[in-house]
């Protein structure tokens, strides 16, 4: 009887968690659709039109850089918000509310939030990356000259090489009078060779 009301429990939380990866991955796929295909190609028709309307330029641009910033926040704070009931598909709604024209979610989150915000520190960002600039410089030149310091010493290594295999090594004293005695006991077995023939 309570291996009954285990199996059944068990069939039932299996169902579940089914359902709700179909339901995440319907979720994500239509954030795909409708936060990033769908507005990329609107803004692809507003910018191929001959004479595009400024306004409509405006509208998506502002609308790329709410999904920049977004994305970064997301990045930092899905670990702590995403757990939450409902969060992907409130994330799908706002993206939805962001480009609807009715709405105008675009203008109103951006002129009301970000640009606000973005106005009162741009100092300080643009001396920030000013700053941050200027280190990852440094930090490239440093490793630019690391790398053709370690190219070079690789470079003269390998012609190093390559020069004491290409060039014969000169045999010893020793090796030589070797060879010499060798050459002469030969030359003597030789002869007496052809003596007792």
């Given at each position: 009887?309570?291996?009954?009301?285990?199996?059944?429990?068990?069939?039932?939380?299996?169902?579940?968690?089914?359902?709700?990866?179909?339901?995440?991955?319907?979720?994500?796929?239509?954030?795909?659709?409708?936060?990033?295909?769908?507005?990329?190609?609107?803004?692809?028709?507003?910018?191929?039109?001959?004479?595009?309307?400024?306004?409509?330029?405006?509208?998506?641009?502002?609308?790329?850089?709410?999904?920049?910033?977004?994305?970064?926040f997301e990045r930092v704070g899905d670990a702590l918000i995403?757990?939450?009931?409902?969060?992907?598909?409130?994330?799908?709604?706002?993206?939805?509310?962001?480009?609807?024209?009715?709405?105008?979610?675009?203008?109103?989150?951006?002129?009301?939030?970000?640009?606000?915000?973005?106005?009162?520190?741009?100092?300080?960002?643009?001396?920030?990356?000013?700053?941050?600039?200027?280190?990852?410089?440094?930090?490239?030149?440093?490793?630019?000259?690391?790398?053709?310091?370690?190219?070079?010493?690789?470079?003269?290594?390998?012609?190093?090489?390559?020069?004491?295999?290409?060039?014969?090594?000169?045999?010893?004293?020793?090796?030589?009078?070797?060879?010499?005695?060798e050459l002469d006991h030969a030359k003597v077995n030789d002869?007496?060779?052809?003596?007792?023939?």
């Open positions: 009887m309570m291996m009954m009301i285990l199996n059944r429990d068990w069939r039932t939380v299996q169902r579940d968690t089914v359902i709700t990866m179909i339901g995440s991955l319907l979720t994500r796929v239509l954030l795909m659709v409708f936060g990033y295909v769908y507005p990329a190609y609107e803004c692809f028709k507003t910018v191929e039109q001959n004479k595009p309307e400024i306004q409509q330029l405006q509208f998506w641009c502002q609308y790329w850089i709410l999904v920049a910033a977004l994305t970064v995403s757990w939450l009931p409902m969060y992907s598909e409130a994330k799908l709604a706002f993206f939805i509310y962001l480009w609807l024209p009715n709405t105008k979610g675009t203008t109103y989150v951006y002129d009301s939030f970000f640009k606000p915000y973005v106005s009162k520190h741009e100092n300080e960002i643009d001396r920030n990356l000013v700053e941050l600039k200027t280190r990852a410089g440094d930090v490239a030149m440093i490793y630019m000259q690391k790398a053709i310091n370690h190219g070079q010493t690789r470079f003269f290594e390998i012609l190093q090489y390559i020069t004491e295999q290409s060039t014969p090594k000169p045999q010893s004293k020793e090796k030589k009078e070797t060879t010499t005695a002869d007496a060779k052809k003596a007792a023939n």
